[in-house]
């Protein structure tokens, strides 16, 4: 069983920043993937970042190199910094985690980012 908290979430203006913070209950060095998914209202949820236990990251295609995923091992915790913030990046913000390749995955609650002037 994974837990997952994540935190950072709020309104933001357009082209301004804000860090998601996910703590899990096991530790980030060990699992086998962890990363951030988000869900906009009417579409499906979609992969934001994610990191792997190789060392491979992988970003989402409209991430087009405003985000970076990092992780801090001896706090078990994983980030999400966002910048140059849009409109369409608003959407409730979910942590995902998996011990192994054909594992379970595990879900955190949510954070809302809403991106508006």
């Known amino acids: 069983q994974v837990q997952l908290v994540e935190s950072g979430g709020g309104l933001v203006q357009p082209g301004g920043s804000l860090r998601l913070s996910c703590v899990a209950s096991v530790s980030t060095a060990t699992i086998y993937r962890i990363g951030w998914y988000r869900q906009a209202p009417g579409k499906q949820r979609e992969m934001v970042a994610r990191?792997?236990?190789?060392?491979?990251?992988n970003y989402g295609d409209f991430v087009q190199g405003r985000f970076t995923i990092s992780k801090d091992n001896a706090k078990n915790t994983v980030y999400l910094k966002m910048d140059s913030l849009k409109p369409e990046d608003t959407a409730v913000y979910y942590c995902?985690?998996?011990?192994?390749?054909?594992?379970?995955?595990?879900w955190g609650q949510g954070t809302q980012v809403t991106v508006s002037s």
């Open positions: 990191m792997l236990r190789s060392g491979n990251i």
């Open positions: 995902n985690a998996a011990q192994g390749p054909y594992s379970n995955d595990y």
